[in-house]
């Protein structure tokens, strides 16, 4: 009974800092699209604080786009939530919808 409740707990353990690593890792990410270069595949965003990329401050931004269809998606003055991710070539867009 002991080792069943032991191994239970060390799995919800594990799950908890899983579930807390993705939702570092994936948070949203509110912005409006400032400008749009399809064929150069990025976008300028002007957004708030994105804790997940570690900036603190609001700023406009331009990123490039991992699925070059989120362009399409979307134009100038939208306002959108996105995630994103640093690579070595810059920062990636690699979601995003239109804000609701």
Same mark, same amino acid.
């Given at each position: 009974m %002991?080792? /069943?409740i032991r191994i239970a707990a060390a799995l919800a353990l594990t799950v908890s800092f899983v579930a807390e690593a993705f939702a570092a890792q994936g948070a949203a990410i509110s912005g409006e699209v400032k400008k749009i270069?399809?064929?150069?595949? %990025?976008? /300028?965003?002007?957004?708030g604080p994105a804790k997940s990329l570690g900036m603190d401050e609001p700023m406009t931004m331009v990123y490039r786009v991992k699925d070059p269809a989120l362009l399409k998606q979307v134009k100038v003055g939208d306002k959108v939530t996105f995630e994103a991710e640093e690579a070595a070539s810059g920062y990636t867009v690699t979601t995003m919808q239109k804000a609701k």
């Open positions: %002991k080792r /069943t270069d399809e064929g150069a595949g %990025k976008i /300028t965003l002007k957004h």
